[in-house]
C-alpha cells in the first residue's frame, strides 16, 4: 500500500508541529446555498520527514449516528444505501469472501476515487452531510461503524511530499 516498510532507531524523539485551521465556507449549488466548514491541516518536522497521517474522527447529524442514512459511491462491501442503528455496525474495508465462508481484507483503506467514494455523505431528516477534499491525491478513507457506539468514524489518511 506504499507504506515504508522500514523502522528506524533513533537517539531522540522526534518532534512534531501540527496546525489544524477550520473556516466557515458558504457554496451556492443549483439556487441553494450550502453552508459549511473548510478544513486544513499543516505539518512541520524538521529533520524528521512524515509523508503521511491519519485523521478519525466522528461525524454526525445532530450528534447521533441513529437514523442517518450513508450514500456510498464505491466498491465496498456494504450496501451503497446503508441506514445506520443504534447496534448496527460496518465498514468499507475492502473485503473479499471466499467460497469456504472465510473473509480475506487486502486493504483496510482504499483509495479516494479508486475504490473509494470520492465524498463521504450522509442525510438524517431534512439535513445532510457531504464531507470531501478538494484535491483527494493521495488519499486513502474508512469509514467504521462499531455496534457498540452510536457515532460513525470517517478515518482519513492524506499522503504528502
Not at 11 to 35: G, H, M, S, Y
Not at 62 to 84: F, P
Request: proline letters at 4%; glycine letters at 8%.
Amino acid at each position: 500500500m506504499g507504506d515504508a516498510r522500514i523502522k528506524t532507531r533513533r537517539l531522540a524523539a522526534a518532534t512534531a508541529t501540527f496546525k489544524w485551521t477550520f473556516r466557515p465556507v458558504t457554496e451556492t449549488i443549483a439556487d441553494n446555498v450550502w453552508q459549511g466548514l473548510a478544513m486544513q491541516i499543516e505539518v512541520e518536522s524538521p529533520g524528521n520527514p512524515i509523508h503521511w497521517l491519519i485523521e478519525d474522527s466522528t461525524w454526525e447529524i445532530g450528534g447521533k449516528a441513529s437514523g442517518c442514512t450513508l450514500i456510498q459511491r464505491d466498491t465496498s462491501a456494504m450496501d451503497l444505501e446503508q441506514v445506520v442503528e443504534a447496534g448496527s455496525q460496518l465498514s468499507t474495508i475492502e473485503k473479499f469472501y471466499t467460497d469456504s465462508g472465510k473473509t480475506i481484507c487486502p486493504m483496510d483503506m482504499m483509495p479516494r476515487v479508486a475504490g473509494s467514494s470520492i465524498f463521504d455523505f450522509q442525510v438524517k431528516g431534512g439535513t445532510a452531510l457531504c464531507l470531501f477534499s478538494e484535491k483527494p491525491g493521495l488519499s486513502r478513507a474508512r469509514i467504521d461503524k462499531f455496534a457498540d457506539e452510536d457515532v460513525i468514524h470517517y478515518i482519513e489518511r492524506p499522503f504528502f511530499c
